[in-house]
């Protein structure tokens, strides 16, 4: 059973300083998610990773992923306020089983001025 | 585009009661998914499927049912709602196994 864990699940950090949230997985797999979710909203779709080494750039965020290690990193760099939400990391079991994807709890993230 | 659309956005169901969400896409997408999501946690897969008249389960399926006659349409069925059935439900859909996940707005169910 594949098994999805973030680290860590609540962050409080201040405006202007960088931070990393690490995504670790149980099974095999080369294809991992990041979405972001505001209170109340759905979710949106942040990057896509689809093999090892994989690195993702957009604005202050950038995501990696090390398949070898089973590992993903989702880095802030700079944090503003408009950044907090919710962030989950999301793993394909691509190695078998249903064809949809296995999330982690998510990441709470405030970002205070 | 509409992109992925779901109604109602809020219910109350008593025990007991069954109930359909729907979920429609416009994006000509083969798959589609239905997600729960309970507080404080990650989303949980329901069903899936890849096609029309093509669906199977996921991780917590039972008290659940679905259908998918047309490539746009994939409503989920609750059948004699339960208390532990109290949540957000998510419908998705992806053009492929490998693209992104497109995510509708959600309906908030509780069951009492």
């Known amino acids: 059973e594949l098994k999805v864990e973030q680290n860590p699940l609540f962050l409080s950090m201040q405006e202007g300083k960088n931070y990393t949230i690490y995504c670790n997985y149980s099974t095999t797999s080369d294809r991992l998610y990041w979405y972001r979710q505001d209170p109340g909203k759905s979710l949106e779709s942040l990057f896509v990773?689809?093999?090892?080494?994989a690195v993702k750039q957009e604005g202050r965020l950038m995501a990696s992923l090390d398949t070898k290690a089973r590992l993903s990193t989702l880095h802030i760099t700079a944090a503003v306020h408009d950044l907090s939400a919710t962030y989950f990391c999301?793993?394909?079991?691509?190695?078998?089983?249903?064809?949809?994807?296995?999330f982690g709890k998510g990441t709470h993230l405030i970002i205070q001025p | 585009n509409a992109g992925v659309t779901q109604t109602p956005k809020f219910r109350i169901l008593k025990i007991g009661q069954s109930m359909t969400l729907q979920c429609t896409q416009d994006m000509n997408h083969n798959y589609m998914y239905w997600y729960r999501q309970d507080p404080g946690m990650g989303l949980k897969l329901i069903y899936y499927s890849v096609g029309a008249g093509i669906t199977d389960k996921g991780e917590v399926p039972n008290g659940y049912n679905v259908s998918r006659s047309t490539t746009e349409d994939f409503p989920l069925r609750l059948e004699l709602a339960a208390p532990s059935q109290t949540s957000v439900y998510f419908c998705a859909s992806s053009y492929s196994r490998v693209y992104e996940q497109y995510f509708g707005p959600g309906t908030r169910l509780t069951v009492t």
């Open positions: 990773l689809l093999s090892n080494g």
């Open positions: 999301a793993v394909d079991s691509s190695g078998g089983g249903a064809d949809g994807l296995t």
